[in-house]
């Protein structure tokens, strides 16, 4: 093999490299932190709540799956 032959072997291959490190990395989870001023069992939380995670769906993110959502209430039960 030629120097030059070999030179453009090690340029091509780490030229490579950081595109195969990427593409092996998994999807990471996105987290939101949720902030309400109601208590956890409140009817119009529920309600707020669904039509949060309705809305969440339509746009293609799944809890569990790509998304993960940590309530904090504002109220104490």
């Known amino acids: 093999m030629r120097r ?3 030179v453009r072997a090690i340029v091509g ?3 490579a490299w950081p595109l195969t490190a990427r ?3 998994s999807k990471s989870t996105r987290r939101v932190a949720a902030l309400l001023p109601y208590s956890a069992n409140d009817p119009e939380a529920q309600n707020r ?3 949060f995670l309705q809305a969440l769906q339509q746009l293609g993110w799944t809890v569990g799956q790509n998304v993960q959502i940590e309530y904090r209430w504002g109220r104490r039960q």
């Open 4 to 6: 030059r032959d070999f």
């Open 13 to 15: 291959s780490a030229t």
């Open 23 to 25: 593409a092996q990395q």
């Open 49 to 51: 709540n669904a039509a």
